[in-house]
């Protein structure tokens, strides 16, 4: 792994290890499988709650809920991937040459 800094809001320099290719920050898959569980978690609870509340079947909602887990984080995985290989919104700062 490579390392490069970035300055946090002290004016301070601060290493973040992260891997690079060709100057570029990459993110590892594993990366975007633990932000896929993570966020369909989340997701599920909602469309659980969200189903009770329009069908008032615990039951429906719960059926509902586990269905659309599997296909949502597989979407979002490859979703996660796809942005993962975009440059938008992402920038390495390097640290200097040299330091006096």
């Given at each position: ?71 949502k984080m597989f979407l979002y995985y490859l979703h996660e991937r796809v942005w993962s290989k975009l440059k938008f919104g992402k920038e390495v700062v390097r640290p200097p040459e040299y330091e006096i």
């Amino acid at each position: 792994m490579s390392a490069y800094f970035v300055e946090n809001t002290n004016m301070q320099t601060e290493n973040v290890n992260e891997k690079q290719v060709n100057g570029h920050v990459i993110e590892k898959p594993i990366r975007s499988i633990m932000k896929t569980l993570s966020w369909r978690a989340t997701g599920t609870m909602d469309t659980i709650i969200v189903s009770y509340i329009v069908t008032g079947s615990a039951k429906a909602a719960f059926s509902v809920g586990f269905a659309e887990l599997f296909t949502k984080m597989f979407l979002y995985y490859l979703h996660e991937r796809v942005w993962s290989k975009l440059k938008f919104g992402k920038e390495v700062v390097r640290p200097p040459e040299y330091e006096i």
